[in-house]
C-alpha cells in the first residue's frame, strides 16, 4: 500500500502516537535539563561526598542501557510497590537519563565561562549564587546551546524505547498498524517521516533561540 | 583604612608573597610597582581575598577579614575592583552591567540604580552608551565601563590591577584621565601598574614590589628621585 493511503486510513493512530511521543519528549526535555542543571551543581559542590554522588550518577545513567533503566523503573520498582503507569515510567526514565547527559554539556559550559566573569562578579559582593545565576549559567548555556539542541533531539527519537513498555507513542502506533495492513515497511516509513518532522522543527527553533542569544555578540 | 599584617602568598611549592606589612589611609593613593612575577598582581587580588592568603592578617575598616567566619561578601561591596581584562558582563548591556550589582547586592530600585549608572556613565563620559552590549566597545570604553560599574556599588577603595596594561596606547590616556579624577576626589586607591607618569603624579606613596617582599616605599619623589636600593634604581632604569 501506498505511503498516503497507510497515513490517511490509520491517521488515527499515528495522531496518537504523536502526542504520546510529544508529551513524554517534552516532560523529559523539560525535567532533564532542570535536574541536569542541578547534576552539573552537584558535580561541581566544594564538598567530595557531594560531588562523588552527582558523579555516580552521571556515569551509571551513562554507563546503562536505557531499555534496562527504564524496565528497573517500570517493572523492578513495581515488586517493591512501587507502581508508576507506563507514561510516568517512561517519563521518569527519559528525564533522569538525559539529566546525566546534559549535566556532562552543562559542567562542560561552567567551566568554559572565563574565570575573570566570575571574579567581577564576586569582586562586586554578589554571593556564589548570584554570580552563577546571572553570569555564570547564561553565558554557560549560551555556549554549549548546540550541544543542548542535539540533546534534545535525542530525547525525541529515544522515547521512543517506551513502547517497550506498552505506551501507545509513535513507535508502538506504527508497530500497530503494521500488524493490522500486514505492510512491514510503510507504516515504519510514516513513523520516520514523522519523527524527522519533530526533530527538524525542534532544531529550527533552537536556530531561532540561538541567534537571539548571539545579538549581544555583534559589533 | 587597610591594614595588611605578614601576608603570605604559596601557590604550591611557589612561594609568591613573603610576608607584606603595609597601613592604607583614607584617601591615599597607593601605586604598586615592580618587575613581573614580583607579586604585585597577587598582593592587590589577597587584599579582596580573590586569592585566600596563605599566611597573615589583612583588617578593613578596623574589622579582621581573615578571620574564620568573616563574610567577605559585605566587605567586596566596600572594595570595587578593576581587572587588567575589564570583565565585562558580555550577555548584559552596558547599563545592566553597572546597575546589576546594586539591584542585586544592595537591593536597590532598578529606577534608582539606573539614576545612579547614568550619573557613573556621565563622570565617565560614556551616556551614549547606556545600551551597547560590551562587545561593540573599544578597549578603554570598556574599561571606563568597568570603573563606573565598581563604583556603582559606592566603595570605600577601589583596587586597580594593571588597569591599562590590555589597552591600545592611544586608549590608556582616557582610563587614566577617570582614574585621576577619582584620586582627585578623595577615593581611597591600590593601583598596580606600569605607567611610571602616571604613578609619579597620582600617587601619594609608591611601593616597590620584588620577589614578593615590598623592597622599598616613598613619595614619588623619594622613590623615583633617590631609589635607595639598587634593585629598585635597576629597575627604573629600564622602565623610565
Request: net charge neutral; glycine share 8%.
Amino acid at each position: 500500500m501506498d505511503f498516503f493511503t497507510i497515513f490517511w486510513d490509520y491517521r488515527s493512530y499515528f495522531l496518537t502516537g504523536i502526542q504520546y511521543t510529544l508529551l513524554i519528549a517534552a516532560i523529559g526535555v523539560l525535567c532533564g535539563f532542570i535536574l541536569g542543571l542541578a547534576v552539573a551543581l552537584i558535580r561541581m559542590s566544594k564538598w567530595a561526598v557531594v560531588r562523588f554522588i552527582g558523579h555516580a550518577w552521571v556515569e551509571f545513567l551513562r554507563g546503562t542501557p536505557m531499555l534496562v533503566q527504564l524496565f528497573i523503573i517500570h517493572y523492578g520498582l513495581s515488586s517493591f510497590g512501587i507502581n508508576f503507569t507506563p507514561i510516568q515510567s517512561g517519563a521518569i526514565t527519559l528525564s533522569i537519563n538525559s539529566s546525566a547527559y546534559l549535566a556532562e554539556i552543562f559542567r562542560a559550559g561552567i567551566q568554559g565561562v572565563d574565570r575573570g566573569q566570575g571574579e567581577a562578579a564576586r569582586s562586586l559582593g554578589m554571593t556564589r549564587g548570584m554570580s552563577m545565576r546571572h553570569i555564570i549559567i547564561p553565558q554557560a548555556i549560551k555556549s554549549v546551546l548546540p550541544a543542548i539542541g542535539n540533546e534534545f533531539i535525542t530525547i525525541i527519537k529515544e522515547s521512543s524505547i517506551v513502547s517497550f513498555i506498552g505506551v501507545t507513542e509513535l513507535m508502538f502506533q506504527s508497530g500497530a498498524v503494521v500488524g493490522i495492513t500486514y505492510d512491514g515497511m510503510t507504516p515504519y516509513l510514516v513513523v520516520a517521516v514523522m519523527y524527522f518532522i519533530l526533530t527538524f522543527t525542534f532544531s529550527r527553533i533552537l536556530g531561532v533561540f540561538e541567534r537571539k542569544l548571539k545579538a549581544s555578540d555583534y559589533r | 583604612m587597610i591594614t595588611v599584617k605578614d601576608l603570605h602568598k604559596k601557590f604550591g611549592p611557589l612561594h609568591i608573597l613573603k610576608g607584606i606589612d603595609l597601613e592604607i589611609k583614607q584617601g591615599e593613593v597607593v601605586v604598586v610597582i615592580g618587575p613581573s612575577g614580583s607579586g604585585k598582581s597577587t598582593f592587590l587580588r589577597c587584599i579582596n581575598l580573590l586569592e585566600e592568603p596563605s599566611l597573615g592578617e589583612i583588617q578593613f575598616e578596623g574589622e579582621s577579614i581573615t578571620a574564620k567566619g568573616h563574610n567577605i561578601n559585605k566587605t567586596r561591596e566596600k572594595m570595587g575592583m578593576v581587572f587588567q581584562q575589564f570583565n565585562l558582563f558580555p550577555h548584559k548591556s552596558v547599563i545592566d552591567n553597572i546597575t546589576l550589582a546594586p539591584i542585586q547586592v544592595r537591593k536597590m530600585d532598578k529606577s534608582k540604580a539606573e539614576e545612579l549608572a547614568m550619573e557613573l556613565l556621565h563622570t565617565v563620559g560614556l551616556e551614549d552608551k547606556r545600551d551597547a552590549y560590551p562587545s561593540q566597545l573599544s578597549g578603554g570604553q570598556k574599561q571606563r565601563i568597568a570603573i563606573a560599574r565598581a563604583l556603582a556599588m559606592e566603595p570605600h577603595v577601589m583596587l586597580f590591577d594593571e588597569p591599562t596594561s590590555a589597552l591600545d596606547p592611544e586608549m590608556v590616556g582616557e582610563v587614566l584621565d577617570v582614574m585621576k579624577n577619582l584620586a582627585e576626589r578623595g577615593m581611597t586607591m591600590v593601583i598596580v601598574t606600569h605607567e611610571m607618569g602616571f604613578a609619579r603624579e597620582v600617587g601619594d606613596r609608591i611601593l616597590f614590589m620584588d620577589q614578593g617582599v615590598i623592597l622599598e616605599q616613598g613619595t614619588p619623589q623619594q622613590l623615583f628621585g633617590s631609589p635607595t636600593h639598587q634593585r629598585t634604581k635597576d629597575f627604573l632604569s629600564k622602565v623610565l
